[in-house]
């Protein structure tokens, strides 16, 4: 149910709306009856939704989005818009930083519109251990450092009442090529590589569930909610568990449990492979990430939202996107 903001007219900003996560975000907002801009560099597709604007611009156009926020009655702007390669150089992310200090620029002028960020798990990066607060920072590489950078940007412009950061885990699902491309793909050749630790879980996030996450978060009350900062995800599950539900999926393929050290090992030797342009089936940050529980505190999610993930549904929906169903 749609809260009053979302249906008297005004619109909803979705900032890299025809990205991944954007594009289902903006699908769910029309179907819910909102009227939506969707801000990205990338060219519009050309909806023809009546209740859909499509703008192509830079978020530090600001000339551009001036008049975007202008010529719009906005209630709320959800910010995806994120430069997110990993294992580059500092320099590389200095764009997310730049567009977040743009797009707060723009809403702290006008107290009125809700702002959610969307940040990264990868603010906080100890292995099994959850972040004490909203503003434990400990990032092991230069994207999660550049959302750290933004974050405090938010924290030091805005009023508390007016924004909620929104951190995604591993999100999946239909239109992500490099989930189909990697662990699909992986999975139906029978070369997947998954940790023989019984204890170590993924937090994954069917991207379907965090589009109705964030819109339910939107429609909060923000003054009221005891944190800034939420993870938007699944239940943690044992990596075997999510393969097996896209196995039955796809209708074949299997998995081989590893040991960690073996992992972390083929991890660094995939790093010099790269190195001389070959191929390789993990690189160390791949091995990191398949061997190494990260926990984060999505209970205070699920507290708050009531969207849950059915796996046999979502994985059947991935396969058959992905054209890997036999």
Not at 92 to 113: C, D, L, Q
Not at 206 to 227: C, I
Request: overall charge neutral; aromatic content about 10%; some cysteine.
């Amino acid at each position: 149910m749609t809260s009053p903001e979302t249906s008297n007219g005004r619109s909803a900003i979705v900032t890299g709306g025809r990205g991944f996560i954007g594009t289902h975000l903006v699908d769910l907002l029309l179907q819910e009856g909102c009227s939506v801009i969707s801000i990205d560099t990338v060219a519009p597709n050309h909806s023809p939704d009546p209740l859909l604007q499509e703008i192509q611009a830079d978020l530090r156009d600001r000339s551009a989005m001036e008049a975007v926020f202008a010529d719009n009655d906005i209630w709320c702007v959800y910010d995806l818009a994120s430069f997110t390669e990993v294992d580059l150089d500092r320099t590389a992310y200095r764009r997310n930083v730049e567009a977040t200090e743009a797009m707060v620029s723009y809403v702290s002028k006008r107290p009125g519109i809700k702002y959610i960020f969307y940040s990264t798990q990868f603010v906080h990066r100890v292995p099994d251990t959850l972040p004490s607060n909203d503003t434990d920072y400990r990032p092991i590489e230069a994207y999660g450092e550049s959302k750290v950078l933004s974050e405090k940007e938010i924290y030091r412009v805005l009023p508390r009442d007016q924004f909620l950061i929104l951190r995604p885990t591993y999100v999946w699902g239909p239109g992500l090529a490099r989930f189909r491309d990697g662990l699909i793909k992986n999975l139906r050749k029978g070369r997947m590589l998954i940790s023989s630790s019984r204890t170590l879980k993924r937090s994954y996030g069917y991207v379907e569930t965090v589009a109705r996450q964030t819109f339910e978060f939107s429609k909060l009350n923000f003054a009221s909610l005891p944190h800034k900062a939420y993870y938007v995800t699944d239940a943690p599950i044992e990596m075997s568990t999510f393969s097996d539900h896209l196995i039955d999926a796809i209708g074949e393929g299997k998995y081989h449990k590893v040991p960690v050290p073996l992992i972390r090992l083929l991890g660094s030797v995939g790093n010099v492979m790269k190195r001389f342009g070959l191929p390789a089936p993990v690189n160390a940050t791949q091995a990191r990430e398949l061997t190494t529980d990260f926990p984060v505190p999505s209970q205070r999610t699920f507290e708050l939202t009531s969207a849950q993930t059915d796996y046999a549904v979502a994985a059947a929906k991935t396969v058959s996107w992905a054209g890997e169903a036999h």
